[in-house]
């Protein structure tokens, strides 16, 4: 079975900073999606970005410009760099992976933008 293991939430002022990492294992197919969600109090789970195999990237609009998604496909990770972080940016965070039909989440990390 998949297991993700996220790290890199936490607190941080408008305007800063934070990288959100994940990490895949025991993963048998080598073609396999990853990407970040979100989700905020009394919200639906929403897209935030994602990247697939060959390294096209998708983003929400609210994140694009201020969000990079990226992979390290040799270790299995997936990462966020958030920058100009806002208020609106508070919520749960969860990675997602998709391979060989099937798809995986990791247990969410929480990020609170506040001042």
């Known amino acids: 079975q998949v297991q993700l293991v996220e790290s890199g939430g936490g607190s941080v002022q408008p305007g800063g900073s934070l990288r959100l990492s994940c990490a895949a294992s025991r993963i048998h197919s080598e073609i396999y999606t990853m990407g970040w969600y979100r989700q905020a109090p009394g919200k639906e789970r929403d897209l935030v970005a994602i990247i697939t195999n060959g390294g096209m990237t998708i983003y929400a609009d609210s994140v694009k410009g201020r969000f990079t998604v990226s992979r390290d496909s040799a270790k299995s990770t997936v990462s966020l760099q958030m920058n100009s972080l806002e208020p609106e940016d508070t919520a749960v965070y969860y990675c997602?992976?998709?391979?060989?039909?099937?798809?995986?989440w990791g247990q969410g990390t929480q990020v609170t933008v506040s001042s």
């Open positions: 997602r992976i998709t391979t060989g039909g099937w798809t995986f």
